[in-house]
């Protein structure tokens, strides 16, 4: 099956169709492609929706997010924890059409990479081109067992003994995970190309060379580079707690499963430090296949919640709501046809009914009422009948709770009658929309983790929410609200499903920063909580704030016939110069103007002044704020005039 | 012209505003006549017609330069009209705390604040309370600090030869001889701090009790 890549709302989940709900999220995760481990892919989220499985990339989510749909998965198959393999979860494709697909040709970088002198530690998989190596073909049927838990793997098919050394990366047991040593897999290879043929008879010979080259390293099979592990490599690992020699690979003692720590550090580093490498040839992001066999794609769990990812995910197979999608809507019962006419009274024209229901006029209105209303009450009547029939008429109910909504905005809110915010408030309400955005608790996995993977699924909803241009929530506050505002903004948009508690939200609140999420939280001196884009910092809104004083500067205040903003009735001008310094603003005014609330718009002047960008004046009708003049430029020794006569002065005049 | 007699006198600095009244009121003031010139001839600067600069700055290092401007503004309205001790209590509806066209005023509390800065180091030292067990009261405003009216004085008395004669202080202050110096309507305790420096320096002595005075020697 394919591997999309797939969009990403802001606040970097997948976005979903209109018809899509959310099932489950969880996170590390890890892609696997067949055998082998796609690389960019091995940490992020896995989101399991009614129509597909989607995995978000946490390091780099833009470039690494890919999905499946569920339509085109024949089965899953779970595989339960083993030794060091997490749980998986694959999924088999269905077999499509797509044969016509030609085998790439081998490009001209076929060379294996196992063998490049690379000085980067680059481990895993070989390439998954099975383009032909310059060497012979090499054993593709050979299998190795692996020493630990007698797995037999494949032998990977470029690998080439003949010049495999130890710096050949090899890939691990499917099975435990663990590498096994360099002379087994040549062993193995060796075992399967002697069993292919005799014709690669001489390569063997030149190859015994190159195993007796090899066998004299250590059978250390992490050919790392500049690396030093301070215990013995190639001896056995004495576990602390029973003194069992263990295979030095080992996480946990074979015997009493005490871990190894030293070893588990190794394992860190090889997780780190395995990734694919890209095949060559030219493959979108190299990620899909390009070969004509569809790979079976596998989900990784580290950190648990497969049995309940599984579950779910075979209930959205079973109920296959991709379906819908395309579904006709439910035909309805045809009214019983009184069209037909009565043979007895139509001949006269007296009444004739069907003849009247062409007509225009106020008849033909009620009765189209009336048909609507009766066929309103059949679609409510059959949906309430039975639940599993309300899902699938989910969509038309959903229409109409909308149309009413919309109609009657009072209903839904509950104090405002501002036309304004009557509009808002039932655009708020719209419960498609809203119920689009809630992950709720039990969508999300058991584990140590949970909370966490809450409030990060919390936090994302929030950005989404906050950035969400159809809603415009930041926009119409002035790009800054208060976050307490936006609990209540938030809580109602949720419709009463699941709200959230202050602390969770302030919880998620804080996270954004770490996430990178476009949003930020911001505090003020006075400890109010802000919620801004993160592209407003203080300087912008400063020099906002400024350039909109510098407006006072060109025409007076309160204008010229009207009493000034004093109450002095002056002519022409208020008792200061107002073309030097412009006039004071109260908390009020600058609100109005950017859009803020009160309370934000005192919080941003104080700010400024805090810079030094403004000062303030207490006067009997309360605080106003003025351009800093205090250390400004027209202030000191030098007034103007001073300096124009002793300029004219010193011309001569 | 009055182009060098202004550059030589930094109190005349004309405010923008009273652009036209402002050049005539200089001449009277650039040279030390004994009567006090009246406030309403004093310039007052840009920034005393600029609300903000009634109301104290929370934010610090603009309050330090307001302070500051108030200090120059203080200490140049002290000499203009030659105002030696100042009380808050009676200076606030001076025009100078109280613009009446701006109806600004600077608050009583706000006047001891800019006082008690003036007094410090930082300040410069140019005020100095009236010790009355630390009330606040009164202060002295040092548009010359005692030990530059020291210097004046000596100067003076050598310049009319009156080393080694007896002088009263009121003589001094209220005197004939002296009524076109800088002095002159000082406050006899002021005269008397000014003093005591040139005594400490062993330059004059004072004597009597009733009817203070003093002998340069």
């Given at each position: 099956m394919f591997l999309r890549q797939i969009d990403l709302t802001t606040a970097l989940r997948p976005s979903l169709s209109p018809e899509e709900t959310l099932l489950f999220v969880q996170d590390a995760v890890g892609l696997y492609e067949g055998k082998f481990k796609l690389p960019n892919c091995q940490y992020g989220h896995a989101y399991l929706t009614s129509h597909r499985v989607c995995y978000v990339d946490n390091t780099e989510p833009r470039k690494y997010s890919v999905g499946i749909d569920l339509k085109d998965v024949d089965r899953p198959e779970f595989f339960a924890r083993f030794l060091k393999s997490s749980p998986k979860i694959s999924f088999h494709p269905k077999a499509n059409k797509r044969q016509s697909l030609s085998l790439r040709p081998p490009g001209p970088a076929a060379v294996p990479s196992g063998s490049s002198v690379s000085s980067s530690p680059i481990q895993g998989s070989p390439l998954r081109s099975y383009a032909a190596s310059p060497a012979p073909p090499t054993a593709r049927n050979a299998t190795w067992i692996c020493p630990i838990c007698s797995f037999s793997n494949p032998v990977p098919e470029n690998f080439d003994p003949a010049i495999a050394n130890a710096h050949t990366p090899l890939p691990s047991c499917l099975a435990c995970g663990i590498k096994p040593p360099l002379v087994h897999v040549i062993k193995a290879s060796l075992s399967g190309i002697a069993n292919r043929g005799p014709s690669l008879e001489p390569k063997t010979q030149s190859s015994s060379t190159a195993l007796g080259s090899g066998v004299?390293?250590?059978?250390?099979?992490?050919?790392?580079?500049?690396e030093v592990s301070p215990e013995p490599r190639g001896s056995a690992f004495q576990c602390p707690r029973c003194t069992f020699q263990n295979h030095p690979s080992l996480l946990a003692c074979e015997i009493c499963g005490a871990p190894l720590i030293t070893a588990a550090d190794r394992r860190l580093d090889l997780d780190t430090a395995r990734p694919r490498d890209d095949s060559p040839g030219p493959s979108l992001n190299g990620l899909h296949s390009t070969g004509d066999t569809l790979e079976v794609i596998k989900l990784s769990f580290r950190a648990g919640g497969e049995k309940i990812f599984y579950e779910r995910l075979k209930g959205a197979l079973l109920q296959r709501k991709w379906l819908l999608q395309s579904a006709p809507p439910i035909p309805k019962p045809t009214l019983a046809d009184a069209s037909t006419p009565n043979p007895s009274a139509s001949s006269d024209g007296v009444s004739p009914g069907p003849a009247q229901r062409q007509t225009l006029g106020i008849a033909s209105l009620e009765r189209r009422g009336l048909e609507q209303r009766k066929n309103n009450e059949l679609v409510i009547g059959n949906a309430f009948e039975d639940l599993e029939a309300l899902m699938t008429s989910a969509k038309e109910i959903i229409a109409l709770a909308e149309s009413f909504a919309n109609q009657n905005p009072s209903l839904s809110s509950s104090s405002t009658t501002n036309p304004s915010d009557a509009e808002a408030n039932a655009l708020l309400s719209q419960s498609a929309s809203a119920l689009g955005l809630v992950t709720t608790k039990d969508m999300l996995g058991s584990g140590s983790a949970s909370e966490n993977l809450y409030i990060s699924e919390l936090s994302r909803n929030l950005a989404e929410f906050l950035t969400d241009d159809t809603k415009g929530v930041l926009k119409r506050e002035g790009g800054i609200i208060s976050l307490v505002d936006l609990w209540a903004l938030f809580n109602r948009a949720r419709g009463g499903v699941e709200l959230v508690s202050p602390r969770d939200f302030e919880r998620a609140a804080q996270l954004w920063e770490k996430l990178g999420l476009p949003v930020r939280l911001r505090r003020f001196k006075s400890g109010l909580l802000a919620v801004q884009g993160s592209d407003r910092t203080d300087e912008k809104t400063t020099a906002t704030v400024l350039a909109w004083f510098k407006e006072f500067h060109l025409e007076p205040p309160g204008g010229y016939a009207v009493i000034d903003d004093e109450g002095f009735e002056i002519k022409s001008r208020v008792p200061w110069d107002w073309r030097l310094y412009g006039r004071g603003v109260t908390a009020q005014e600058t609100a109005e103007r950017f859009g803020w609330s009160v309370g934000v718009a005192t919080e941003e002047l104080e700010m400024c002044e805090e810079r030094g960008a403004l000062c303030r004046e207490q006067g009997i009708d309360g605080v106003k704020w003025w351009e800093n003049w205090l250390v400004g430029p027209s202030v000191g020794d030098e007034p103007e005039l001073d300096r124009i006569v002793r300029n004219l002065a010193s011309t001569g005049v | 012209s009055p182009a060098p007699s202004m550059a030589t006198a930094p109190t005349t600095a004309p405010s923008s505003s009273s652009s036209t009244a402002a050049i005539s009121a200089q001449t009277p003031t650039t040279t030390f006549t004994a009567t006090s010139s009246s406030p309403s001839t004093f310039p007052f600067p840009p920034h005393h017609t600029f609300p903000p600069f009634f109301t104290l700055q929370p934010n610090s290092s603009t309050r330090r330069t307001q302070l500051q401007l108030w200090t120059a503004l203080i200490l140049a309205y002290c000499r203009h009209t030659r105002t030696f001790r100042l009380a808050p209590i009676d200076a606030q509806d001076w025009p100078l705390f109280h613009n009446a066209t701006l109806r600004r005023r600077l608050a009583l509390r706000d006047i001891r604040e800019v006082l008690s800065f003036m007094a410090s180091t930082e300040g410069g030292g140019r005020a100095e309370w009236v010790s009355d067990a630390g009330k606040k009261a009164e202060c002295w405003v040092y548009w010359r600090r005692p030990e530059e009216w020291a210097g004046l004085l000596e100067g003076w008395v050598d310049a009319t030869g009156q080393r080694g004669a007896v002088l009263t202080l009121y003589e001094l202050v209220e005197g004939d001889a002296c009524r076109?110096?800088?002095?002159?309507?000082?406050d006899v305790e002021l005269l008397q701090k000014c003093l005591q420096v040139l005594v400490k320096k062993g330059k004059a002595g004072i004597f009597g009790e009733e009817q203070p005075g003093v002998k340069f020697f």
């Open positions: 004299n390293h250590s059978d250390t099979f992490i050919p790392r580079l500049g | 076109g110096q800088e002095w002159a309507g000082m």
